[in-house]
């Protein structure tokens, strides 16, 4: 069994920061791309930001210069530091991780729980 766990949301004023966790546990063999997305209402799921095994990143245009997102590989854990809040940033966001679970098993996807964040103007 592989579980992600997300810890961090909350509600926020415009213009303020929350940080995002997210720990991995289980099974795992190797960690591959971490990531964060996230849901508003009656929207699609969309991607924040991806960090890489090695370290790098990539995030969506709308939240660039205002998010961070590093990883503690030892932890299995990801992090997404979220500072000059909007209230179009209201979501829940969900921790994914893409897993091998042994040296020979192919690499899947998991998804945490989700996390709501609100962010008031």
């Known amino acids: 069994q592989v579980q992600l766990v997300e810890s961090g949301g909350g509600l926020v004023q415009a213009g303020g920061s929350l940080r995002l966790s997210c720990a991995a546990s289980?099974?795992?063999?190797?960690?591959?791309?971490m990531g964060w997305y996230r849901q508003a209402p009656g929207k699609q799921r969309e991607l924040v930001a991806v960090?890489?095994?090695?370290?790098?990143?990539d995030y969506a245009e709308s939240v660039k210069g205002r998010f961070t997102i590093s990883r503690d590989n030892a932890k299995k854990t990801v992090y997404l530091q979220m500072n000059s809040l909007k209230p179009e940033d209201t979501a829940i966001y969900y921790c994914?991780?893409?897993?091998?679970?042994?040296?020979?098993?192919?690499?899947?996807?998991?998804w945490g729980q989700g996390t709501q964040v609100a962010v008031s103007s």
């Open positions: 289980g099974s795992i063999f190797s960690i591959n791309n």
């Open positions: 994914n991780a893409d897993i091998r679970r042994g040296w020979n098993s192919r690499v899947e996807g998991y």
């Open positions: 960090v890489t095994s090695s370290g790098s990143t």
